[in-house]
C-alpha cells in the first residue's frame, strides 16, 4: 500500500488540476475512501463509486488506477469498473490478468517470438527436487511469488541447497512460484503508450544498475540502484528494444501507460516482465523516461484522459 500511495501522491503532482477536480481514492480490503484533506476522509459507495461532500453526492469522471498489486494490477478493478461503466487509465481485464502472472504472461509472449527465460511453475500442493530444478533452469536461478510485485519473497539462488528454502520463502508471499533461470547481462526498462491521437510514444531506455544482488526492493525504493536515462546501449539495440515494447502493448492489447523490463544478454534481448501499472512518483522509471523524452508528465496525463471520451 505505501508503494501505491507514492505513486498516487506523484500522479496528484503531476495532473493538470485547472481541468479536472481532482481526489485520491484508498482501496483496501473492506475500506474504500476518499481523502478530502490531510485529515479527514469519506467511504465511497461502492454501487457506483461516488462519495458525498457536505450532502452533495460526487460522482467520478474518470479513475486513474495506480494500486500495485491487486485489485488494481490484476483486473478485478478494472472490471469493476467496465460493470458500473467508469472510464480509466490503464488496459483491461484480459490484458491486466494476464501480465499480473509472470509465468503465464511470459509464456503467452514466447509464442510471439518474444524470447524469455527457462521457468517451471509451481502451485500450493506441488513440489519439485533439488536435481529437477537444476536440471530445468540450472544455477544460480530466481525464485520468486509468480503474482507478487516490488521484489517480495525473491530469492537468487546460487546453491542447490538453497532451493526449498528459497521455495517456501516465495510461497509466503502467494499461492503460485515461479523458478527462472538467471541471464546474465544489461537489465533495462522501457515506458510506451498509445492513443488514437497519432503514433505510439516510445519512451527513451533506463538502464538499470543495482547495487544489489539483484533489483530488489531496496534497490527499487531505497536508492540502492543507478538510473541512468537514456542507457548506455547502441542505437540498434535500443530500437529492437522499442520495436519489442510496442509489439508486446498491441499483442496484449494494452491502453494508457506501460513500462517492460528487459535483460540484454550474449544471446540477445531478453522479456523480464510487463507492467501495466508502472509506479508514477517523481522518480519512478516513467516520469524520468518522459522528462528525456521532452515531454511532461502533465501533457501525457492529459493526453491519456482525454483519449478515453
Not at 509464456?107 to 510471439?112: I, S, V
Not at 519512451?203 to 531496496?218: G, I, M, R, W
Not at 535500443?238 to 528487459?262: A, E, F, M, N, P
Request: some cysteine.
Amino acid at each position: 500500500m505505501e508503494v501505491s500511495l507514492r505513486s498516487a501522491q506523484g500522479l496528484y503532482s503531476f495532473i493538470d488540476k485547472t481541468n479536472y477536480q481532482v481526489w485520491i481514492v484508498v482501496i483496501q480490503k473492506g475500506k474504500w475512501y476518499v481523502r478530502l484533506n490531510d485529515e479527514e476522509t469519506t467511504p465511497i459507495d461502492k454501487n457506483d463509486f461516488s462519495f458525498n461532500q457536505k450532502g452533495e453526492k460526487i460522482r467520478f469522471d474518470f479513475a486513474w488506477i495506480t494500486i500495485h498489486g491487486t485489485p488494481g494490477e490484476d483486473g478485478r478493478l478494472q472490471g469493476y469498473f467496465d460493470l458500473i461503466g467508469l472510464p480509466f487509465s490503464c488496459c483491461g481485464v484480459l490484458a491486466a490478468a494476464i501480465t499480473f502472472n509472470k509465468f503465464t504472461c511470459n509464456q503467452f509472449l514466447k509464442g510471439f517470438g518474444v524470447r524469455v527465460a527457462e521457468s517451471v511453475l509451481l502451485r500450493k500442493g506441488q513440489s519439485i527436487n533439488d536435481k529437477e530444478v537444476v536440471k530445468t533452469v540450472g544455477l544460480p536461478c530466481f525464485i520468486k511469488c509468480n503474482i507478487g510485485g516490488s521484489s517480495f519473497g525473491v530469492t537468487k539462488v546460487k546453491d542447490e541447497h538453497d532451493i526449498q528454502d528459497a521455495i517456501c520463502k516465495a510461497f509466503a508471499e502467494g499461492p503460485e512460484v515461479i523458478i527462472e533461470s538467471f541471464m546474465s547481462g544489461t537489465e533495462v526498462t522501457c515506458g510506451c503508450f498509445k492513443t488514437k491521437k497519432g503514433a505510439p510514444h516510445l519512451f527513451p531506455v533506463t538502464e538499470v544498475v543495482s547495487q544489489n544482488e539483484f533489483f530488489d526492493y531496496n534497490a527499487k525504493y531505497k536508492g540502492q540502484v543507478q538510473e541512468i536515462t537514456p542507457a548506455r546501449i547502441s542505437d540498434e539495440i535500443r530500437d529492437r528494444i522499442q520495436s519489442i515494447t510496442s509489439l508486446i502493448y498491441d499483442i496484449l492489447g494494452c491502453k494508457g501507460i506501460i513500462r517492460v523490463d528487459y535483460i540484454i544478454t550474449n544471446e540477445g534481448i531478453k522479456l523480464l516482465e510487463v507492467n501495466t501499472t508502472p509506479g508514477m512518483t517523481p522518480t519512478s522509471f516513467i516520469p524520468q523516461q518522459v522528462v528525456a523524452a521532452g515531454m511532461n508528465m502533465t501533457d501525457v496525463m492529459n493526453e491519456i484522459i482525454e483519449d478515453c471520451f
